[in-house]
């Protein structure tokens, strides 16, 4: 019997020791594994081979993904699924573990709703943004790496008195930005699920700034697309010179945390374990309040992730 693993979409620490913890939990299930590399877009090309434990030797501590990842146009067009299951069938491999988010998602409710495939999903976007899920592999140390860069910031805004705008990833989802602003103790946090009303706070940070506030730190998620608004309404209203900073990619890089790791081995575990003894498989691990599940595909891409309301309401515990 043989596994194959895929990582689709953006690339999130954890995903290294997922791949490792697959191949060896496979070997000791006798179960034989093959990496599928670059994504969807080798699952098209074949780009697949069997997997040896020299493959996956020194990855755990690493970020990003040893076995690449793609963002597949191609796949969306039926001529190439029949590519990629006619490429399965041939090294006749009976399940798939897929390490992404929700695109990925998408692509593998179109893919099994056509073809006779058996996949198990393991949600691994920094966006944290899955339905059905708390946690998705990579959010812990995209935080740490925010984290990291907002203490930094803090130094150089509090030592030369400026505001700073600090625009995290997220894509439209303000998971990193809101738990961010919680563990910097941010003054502003603006969010794409929350509407921004400057009038909120307006007055109190001017009065603030009056009785000797000199800095700020703002952070503002991605999806808002706020960042210049917030970036003019700093400046101009509460009179601080402000400064912008895009965290960009660095985020989806560095070594895994403890809790991604662990992370990893859970999911891989679980993802292999129900594979192995089920042949029409099209799920989703999730992880729900400290327990590991089973959802249908269909039902974590038809629905939206909100943000848990303890997280809403701690925006408002900024104003
Ligand atoms: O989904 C992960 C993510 O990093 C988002 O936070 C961000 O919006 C997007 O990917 C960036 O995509 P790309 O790497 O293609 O620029």
Not at 86 to 94: G, H, R, T, V, Y
Not at 99 to 121: C, H, P, T
Not at 224 to 233: A, G, L, R, Y
Not at 261 to 269: G, L, N, S, T
């Amino acid at each position: 019997m043989a596994f194959a693993i895929i990582c689709s979409g953006g690339d999130a620490p954890g995903m290294n020791p997922a791949i490792k913890k697959f191949v060896d939990y496979n070997y000791k299930l006798g179960i034989e594994s093959y990496l599928i590399y670059d994504g969807l877009e080798g699952l098209i090309d074949n780009k697949i081979k069997k997997a040896t434990h020299k493959d996956v030797a020194g990855i755990l501590h690493m970020g990003g993904t040893i076995i690449r990842s793609s963002r597949s146009k191609r796949f969306f067009e039926h001529k190439y699924r029949v590519q990629a299951f006619q490429n399965l069938q041939a090294l006749d491999i009976k399940g798939l573990v897929v390490l992404g988010g929700d695109g990925s998602f998408r692509a593998m409710d179109i893919f099994s709703s056509e073809f006779d495939v058996n996949f198990v999903g393991i949600p691994s976007t920094i966006d944290n943004d899955i339905y059905g899920t708390e946690y998705c592999l990579g959010v812990d140390t995209a935080l740490n790496v925010i984290r990291d860069a907002l203490d930094k910031i803090r130094d150089t805004a509090s030592s030369f008195s400026r505001a700073f705008i600090v625009e995290v990833m997220g894509r439209d989802c303000g998971y990193l930005a809101v738990v961010s602003a919680m563990i910097s103790g941010a003054e502003i946090c603006v969010i794409p699920e929350v509407e921004f009303k400057s009038e909120n706070i307006e007055a109190r940070l001017q009065q603030e700034i009056k009785n000797g506030r000199n800095y700020i730190l703002a952070i503002v998620s991605e999806g808002s697309k706020k960042t210049s608004e917030i970036h003019d309404w700093i400046q101009d209203k509460l009179g601080l010179e402000t400064r912008v900073s895009i965290l960009g990619h660095i985020q989806r890089g560095g070594n895994p945390t403890v809790y991604d790791r662990m992370m990893a081995f859970d999911y891989a575990i679980n993802a292999i374990d129900y594979l192995n003894s089920h042949n029409d498989s099209n799920k989703v691990v999730v992880y729900q309040r400290g327990e590991f599940s089973f959802m249908e595909i269909e039902e974590v891409v038809s629905s939206k992730y909100t943000l848990p309301e303890r997280y809403l309401k701690a925006i408002n515990y900024l104003d």
